[in-house]
């Protein structure tokens, strides 16, 4: 069994609280398969468990994880992290799986410079209803592909003062790995879902009340300044691709077009960007 010494450590493969601590130094254990080329894709879609697994990675996003009420089927972590993983997952029924440093490189096929990593269960995402019932600002993201944006556009709902966030059914996955490295774990924090059918989406928002503002170029766009000023009270904002911006669908469907005034010959913001400045005017008093 593991044993704390005096300073707080631990010896031998044993329990840290309801964790089971177990040392591993072979990296082609099977144990460690969720964490073995870290594919999304099939991390996403394996049979068992039901749902899938994503990966979260270092101490502050699993513990953001976790807080929302994910839950991990393991964790790997690097002995010099040890200590850190205790407070978040000391009360868990869930594998610690301590590694040297080369095990976790070669397992996961990179260095891995936070010391720790969670496999976690998906959660069911809630329905559009649930997810606005309660919220006066929303950020809908309609086929975002890039994952990097999808991460910094959560992490501008999250700090910018969204309530929730909708996500089209073409759009990149915010629990792909590098779109919950990017948010820095706020995917965790702000309530979203994927929208399953665009027109009851709309006719979901519509009934709670909703402004749909889609932020595109268009002869008939209000600036945002002007459209603050006369702020309707829930407000669901909506940001396109990276490429080819709002579909038809989208802006046919919008209420208003809302465009940010620009200078310097430049038409458009990347759409994090975009996002953040939009967020940031809605939000202030």
């Known amino acids: 069994m593991l044993r704390a010494d005096r300073g707080g450590g631990f010896s031998g493969d044993g329990r840290l609280g309801l964790v089971e601590l177990l040392r591993v130094t072979d990296p082609d254990d099977r144990r460690l398969d969720d964490y073995r080329g870290l594919t999304d894709t099939a991390?996403?879609?394996?049979q068992e468990p039901a749902g899938g697994l994503y990966i979260a990675e270092s101490t502050k996003v699993i513990a953001r994880a976790v807080a929302a009420?994910?839950?991990?089927?393991?964790?790997?972590?690097q002995e010099r992290r040890v200590d850190d993983i205790r407070a978040i997952v000391g009360?868990?029924?869930v594998p610690v799986y301590v590694v040297p440093d080369a095990v976790a490189e070669s397992v996961t096929g990179f260095a891995v410079h936070r010391g720790t990593i969670a496999s976690m269960h998906?959660?069911?995402?809630?329905?559009?209803?649930?997810?606005?019932?309660?919220?006066?600002?929303?950020?809908?993201?309609?086929?975002?592909?890039?994952?990097?944006?999808v991460g910094a556009a959560f992490r501008a709902a999250a700090g910018l003062g969204a309530d929730a966030v909708l996500v089209s059914p073409g759009g990149a996955d915010p629990l792909y790995r590098r779109s919950v490295r990017v948010?820095?774990?706020?995917?965790?924090?702000?309530?979203?879902?994927?929208?399953?059918?665009?027109?009851?989406?709309v006719a979901d928002l519509h009934a709670a009340r909703f402004d749909i503002a889609a932020l595109a170029l268009s002869d008939d766009a209000v600036t945002l300044d002007a459209y603050i000023a006369n702020r309707p009270e829930r407000v669901a904002i909506v940001m396109g691709s990276e490429g080819d911006g709002l579909s038809r669908t989208a802006l046919d469907n919008a209420d208003t077009v809302v465009t940010i005034p620009m200078s310097g010959g430049v038409d458009s913001l990347n759409v994090a960007s975009?996002?953040?400045?939009?967020l940031w005017a809605l939000t202030m008093p």
Do not use: C, Y
């Open 43 to 46: 991390l996403r879609t394996v």
């Open 69 to 77: 009420g994910h839950r991990p089927r393991s964790v790997l972590v």
């Open 91 to 93: 009360d868990l029924d």
């Open 122 to 149: 998906r959660p069911e995402l809630p329905t559009v209803r649930e997810v606005i019932e309660a919220a006066k600002l929303v950020l809908i993201l309609e086929n975002i592909g890039d994952h990097t944006n």
């Open 183 to 201: 948010s820095m774990g706020t995917v965790f924090q702000v309530p979203w879902t994927r929208i399953t059918d665009w027109e009851t989406a």
């Open 274 to 278: 975009a996002a953040a400045v939009a």
